[in-house]
T-cell receptor, first 113, second 112 residues
Framework: GENVEQHPSTLSVQEGDSAVIKCTYS??????FPWYKQELGKRPQLIID?????GEKKDQRIAVTLNKTAKHFSLHITETQPEDSAVYFC????????????FGKGTLLTVNP | NAGVTQTPKFQVLKTGQSMTLQCAQD?????MSWYRQDPGMGLRLIHY???????DQGEVPNGYNVSRSTTEDFPLRLLSAAPSQTSVYFC???????????FGSGTRLTVV
């Protein structure tokens, strides 16, 4: 089955700096890659996603890049703010099914004021 | 529009007891899934469904049963609770063509 590796497990940045979280996946048939943000005690919420026919997607301060050849994708957050502090999960759709997601183990991002 | 509703929010079970975690969505989503979240393990797929009457196993299905008799409901049954099933359980749904899952607020289950 699909295996998703996520790095780093923790990331601490100063407010205003950029943050980058990287994920790799194993199933070359995967073609949908979402990112979720989970605040402490809350549910995961989708923040951005990308499909395999696109190399990069941006939404304000958040961007995701995808390299299908290397089987890795990354989340970039610019001009970080304290409210960006949360756990971020990457995921990949496995088994050729966009609805069957395999998640990475998460990155705890702390933005220090 | 309530989204994805899970009940109960908290539950304590004794080893060997059975129970059903309820999940309902009012968005007419075809796809529904159950995940469990454990510290340092991310979210792991237990069971999923692509429509009423159709279910399949995920990564960690042992000890759990599901059924999908209607589009709206997707209950998760623990047959004989074990301490290893202590976790936070999330139900999620999505629709065809819009693959981003909407998660429920979770059920925190403790088995003693």
């Amino acid at each position: 089955g699909e295996n998703v590796e996520q790095h780093p497990s923790t990331l601490s940045v100063q407010e205003g700096d950029s943050a980058v979280i990287k994920c790799t996946y194993s199933d070359s048939a995967s073609n949908y890659f979402p990112w979720y943000k989970q605040e402490l005690g809350k549910r995961p919420q989708l923040i951005i996603d990308i499909r395999s026919n696109v190399g990069e997607k941006k939404d304000q301060r958040i961007a995701v890049t995808l390299n299908k050849t290397a089987k890795h994708f990354s989340l970039h957050i610019t001009e970080t703010q304290p409210e960006d502090s949360a756990v971020y999960f990457c995921a990949a759709a496995s088994g050729g099914s966009n609805y069957k997601l395999t998640f990475g183990k998460g990155t705890l991002l702390t933005v220090n004021p | 529009n309530a989204g994805v509703t899970q009940t109960p929010k908290f539950q304590v079970l004794k080893t060997g007891q059975s129970m059903t975690l309820q999940c309902a969505q009012d968005m007419n989503h075809e796809y529904m899934s159950w995940y469990r979240q454990d510290p340092g393990m991310g979210l792991r797929l237990i069971h999923y469904s692509v429509g009423a009457g159709i279910t399949d196993q995920g990564e960690v299905p042992n000890g759990y049963n599901v059924s999908r008799s209607t589009t709206e409901d997707f209950p998760l049954r623990l047959l004989s609770a074990a301490p290893s099933q202590t976790s936070v359980y999330f139900c999620a749904s999505s629709s065809t063509g819009n693959y981003g899952y909407t998660f429920g607020s979770g059920t925190r289950l403790t088995v003693v």
